[in-house]
C-alpha cells in the first residue's frame, strides 16, 4: 500500500501558476493509478485528473483541460498537478488518491477507484 501526501497549496491571483506534489510512501507507488481530485466547501469531490501507471496516458475533467497537466515520476514515487491559468472556481482543498481500480474498470474518473488519499492542501486563487 501508499500514502499520499500533498503539498505545494496557497493563494494565488487568477491567471496564475500553481504546482501541486503528490509524495506516496511505499514501496509499490508504480503499481498505482494516481488521481487529482478536489472539493469546494459545500461541493461534493470531483475528479480533476488522473494518470495511469505507466504515466504514458492521462485523464482530464473537462473543467481544467488545457489548463492542468498531471505527470509522474515513479522514480521518486511522487505525482504532480501544473495548474496555470487560474480561476477563482478553482479554489478548493486539493487531495491526490491511488489506485487500482481503473485498472480493472478501464475508469479511471470515479473517485472509488482509489484506495489511499492524502490529506489534501488548499488552493486558493483571488480575482
Known amino acids: 500500500q501508499v500514502q499520499p501526501v500533498e503539498s505545494g497549496g496557497g493563494l494565488v491571483q487568477a491567471g496564475g501558476s500553481l504546482r501541486l506534489s503528490c509524495a506516496a510512501s511505499?514501496?509499490?507507488?508504480?503499481?498505482?493509478?494516481m488521481g487529482w481530485f478536489r472539493q469546494a466547501p459545500g461541493k461534493e469531490r470531483e475528479f480533476v485528473a488522473a494518470?495511469?501507471?505507466?504515466?504514458?496516458?492521462?485523464y482530464y475533467a473537462d473543467s481544467v483541460k488545457g489548463r492542468f497537466t498531471i505527470s509522474r515520476d515513479n522514480a521518486k514515487s511522487t505525482v504532480y498537478l501544473q495548474m496555470n491559468s487560474l480561476k477563482p472556481e478553482d479554489t478548493a482543498v486539493y487531495f491526490c488518491?491511488?489506485?487500482?481500480?481503473?485498472?480493472?474498470?478501464?475508469?479511471?474518473?470515479?473517485?472509488?477507484?482509489?484506495?489511499?488519499w492524502g490529506q489534501g492542501t488548499q488552493v486558493t486563487v483571488s480575482s
Open positions: 488518491g491511488a489506485g487500482q481500480g481503473g485498472y480493472y474498470t478501464g475508469n479511471y474518473y470515479p473517485s472509488s477507484g482509489y484506495d489511499y
Open positions: 494518470i495511469r501507471r505507466s504515466g504514458m496516458i492521462t
Open positions: 511505499g514501496r509499490s507507488f508504480s503499481n498505482y493509478a
